[in-house]
């Protein structure tokens, strides 16, 4: 049994509340913290100090002429963020049209990559010979460096030399004069069919590895009770992969909607307006006029929207969730 002290026995007569007990810290209470403190520390400064910067930086007149002084730029207010949303100035005429290009691109892209990898996905998740073979060969698009992928897609889009028009209009007969394919209305054709071919081996890598937790007795009961492949992979295969897909949808959406790094590489800083996504604009409207300010009003804009849609897909899912 425990025992009190004659103090604490006084304590308690006069009705005074216990003291109370200070804990020894355990050896070894700062290892945790010591493990993150270096991802801490490179989150600070990989993402949140550019942010406060690009935020502080959206309030000042900041262009070529100050660069080499950035403190000295004025400050300008909303002055920026006005220019960026008013729909009949010459800039937010350009915002507007390259806000409505990307959300295009985004839902066909994020439409067939997910249609993609699913097939695929499902296909190969029944055992046959070569089945290896295959997921493999259908991982290379996402294993290849991002320049290396998109630069091949470049010299095959060429009008003259690309190996795309030489097999539709000398191989295959389909077309009768070679098209432009980085210039001109094609351009949007081109950015989003590099986009699918980047981006649906991550999703069919994601489905299948969501399948891989999906027990095998369920099909087997839907196949004696004489479902249909369709049926089987409307009522199994989609609710059982409604987690995976809940992640994989918005993350897709994420990257797709900010994809920088191929509308770079196919066009050039010479981008077609067709194929003007808008992290692309932000850059050159940025890099480009060396209106440092308006670029980060930009940016902060896209930023908030795609909070706000992450929001939005993330409440209505619960609320879904909850009602199930």
């Given at each position: ?32 913290y ?6 801490v ?13 690009g ?35 010459a ?51 996402y ?20 190996m795309?028009?030489?097999?539709l ?6 077309l ?19 986009a ?8 069919f ?11 095998q ?9 004489g ?63 060396w ?33 199930a």
């Amino acid at each position: 049994m425990a025992t009190t002290s004659v103090s604490e026995r006084d304590d308690a007569e006069k009705g005074v509340p216990p003291r109370p007990v200070r804990r020894r810290r355990r050896q070894g209470w700062w290892l945790p913290y010591a493990i993150l403190a270096p991802a801490v520390l490179f989150e600070l400064v990989i993402h949140v100090v550019p942010m406060i910067t690009g935020l502080w930086m959206s309030f000042r007149g900041l262009t070529k002429f100050f660069i080499s002084d950035w403190t000295a730029a004025p400050f300008t207010g909303l002055r920026n963020y006005r220019l960026a949303v008013d729909v009949n100035g010459a800039v937010g005429e350009a915002l507007f049209k390259s806000f409505l290009v990307t959300c295009g691109f985004t839902v066909l892209v994020v439409a067939f990559s997910w249609a993609f990898g699913m097939a695929a996905a499902v296909v190969l998740q029944r055992s046959f010979r070569g089945r290896s073979g295959w997921r493999t060969l259908f991982l290379v698009p996402y294993a290849l460096p991002v320049y290396a992928g998109v630069l091949t897609w470049n010299f095959m889009l060429q009008r003259d030399t690309g190996m795309v028009n030489h097999l539709l209009v000398e191989d295959l007969g389909l077309l009768t004069e070679k098209p432009f394919w980085l210039i001109g209305s094609n351009a949007f054709v081109s950015v989003v069919v590099v986009a699918i071919w980047r981006m649906w081996p991550f999703a069919f890598l994601m489905l299948m590895a969501g399948l891989q937790s999906v027990p095998q007795d369920v099909y087997e009961a839907a196949a004696v009770d004489g479902a249909h492949a369709f049926r089987t992979w409307r009522s199994i295969t989609v609710p059982m992969l409604r987690p995976v897909n809940t992640v994989l949808v918005l993350v897709m959406f994420l990257w797709v909607f900010n994809d920088f790094n191929t509308p770079y590489v196919l066009f050039g800083t010479a981008q077609p307006t067709s194929g003007d996504l808008i992290s692309f604009h932000i850059y050159n409207a940025t890099f480009l006029t060396w209106n440092f300010g308006l670029g980060a009003a930009m940016s902060v804009l896209l930023l908030l929207f795609l909070l706000l849609v992450a929001g939005i897909y993330l409440l209505v899912l619960n609320r879904r969730s909850r009602r199930a």
